[in-house]
């Protein structure tokens, strides 16, 4: 006899293959943030120790197909340090 799955539902449970909200929804939903907002949430991601990636001009002006690049944010930000007082 087969195993049965774990968990609490005993019915169908969702593959999670496609969305339940409109496309178009989806878009204006993510248009609606603005790039101050998008900034904060990953200064403040940062500060919570995630890893956060930022997108940077490309240093290397030799790679003309690749602009800008993706970076990890501690490259770019340090971390601020707590204050220790001299003993």
């Given amino acids: 006899m087969a195993r049965k ?7 169908l449970v969702s593959k999670g293959e496609r969305s339940n909200v ?8 993510r248009r609606a943030v603005t790039e101050l907002q998008t900034d904060l949430n990953k200064q403040e991601a ?7 990636m930022l997108t940077i001009p490309n240093p290397n002006k030799s790679e003309s197909n690749k602009p800008f ?8 930000w340090k971390k601020p340090e707590r204050y220790h007082m001299k003993t």
């Fill in 22 to 29: 409109a496309k178009d929804t989806r878009k204006l939903m």
């Fill in 46 to 52: 940062f500060r919570k120790g995630k890893r956060v």
């Fill in 5 to 11: 799955k774990g968990g609490k539902s005993k019915g």
């Fill in 69 to 76: 690049i993706r970076v990890d944010a501690k490259e770019v």
